[in-house]
């Protein structure tokens, strides 16, 4: 006889919050006592190599308003294109650089900021170079289940017409979504939820 097997049901997906600030960045939240400093905070040193930029970002609605309770991760190659990964075959990344960083919006502008370096292409699945880029990965409340986009570099023209993911967009009218222009040192990516303007996301 089949076994009945109802309490293998999927569970209903929840929200990532109002608790997600306080399991991820404790400190922000002004709990102390866990972590010395937020994990992902600080993603360089004095002996990291590579273009020292600065992202700042935004997540915005459908109505342009800056979401205050977002959490953003970002992942993305040092400035030769390896990852610090164990999962890394070609070669060893900067060890003086996480390649990952974790910051909660400002309560009162809704922006993230992250002091990174610029990153290097890393190839593609069938070899192909990736113009340099960074993943962005969101959550707030209201957000089922993470979203993952990518944001490349508005002085990359070349590296970015030539990259396997861009070309594969359909509606190559929306790529100009996932390019950040620079300014001095800081790269601008404004990450739109919804609206004329919704950013590109991936289905990782």
Not at 27 to 34: A, L, Q, T, Y
Not at 87 to 96: L, M, W
Not at 98 to 111: D, L, N, Q, S
Request: aromatic letters at 8%; a negative charge; glycine letters at 10%.
């Amino acid at each position: 006889m089949a076994q009945d097997l109802n309490r293998l049901k999927e569970s209903p997906s929840q929200t990532a919050g109002p608790y997600v600030h306080i399991g991820l960045t404790p400190n922000f939240c002004d709990i102390g006592g866990v972590y010395d400093a937020d994990l992902g905070l600080s993603m360089v040193n004095d002996k990291t190599k590579g273009e020292r930029i600065t992202v700042k970002s935004r997540v915005l609605d459908g109505t342009g308003t800056p979401l205050r309770d977002a959490l953003v991760e970002i992942w993305q190659a040092d400035a030769d294109g390896l990852y610090n990964s164990p999962s890394e075959t070609r070669g060893s990344a900067d060890p003086n650089f996480t390649g990952w960083g974790r910051c909660p919006a400002h309560m009162e502008t809704g922006e993230f900021v992250f002091e990174t370096i610029k990153p290097g292409r890393v190839p593609f699945r069938d070899g192909r170079p990736m113009a340099p880029h960074i993943t962005f990965w969101i959550v707030a409340r209201g957000i089922n289940l993470g979203l993952h986009t990518r944001m490349y570099f508005g002085d990359e023209e070349k590296a970015n017409a030539e990259d396997p993911i861009l070309q594969r967009v359909e509606h190559q009218v929306r790529v100009p979504t996932l390019i950040a222009p620079r300014e001095g040192n800081v790269y601008s990516f404004d990450i739109h939820l919804q609206g004329e303007k919704e950013t590109i996301f991936f289905d990782i």
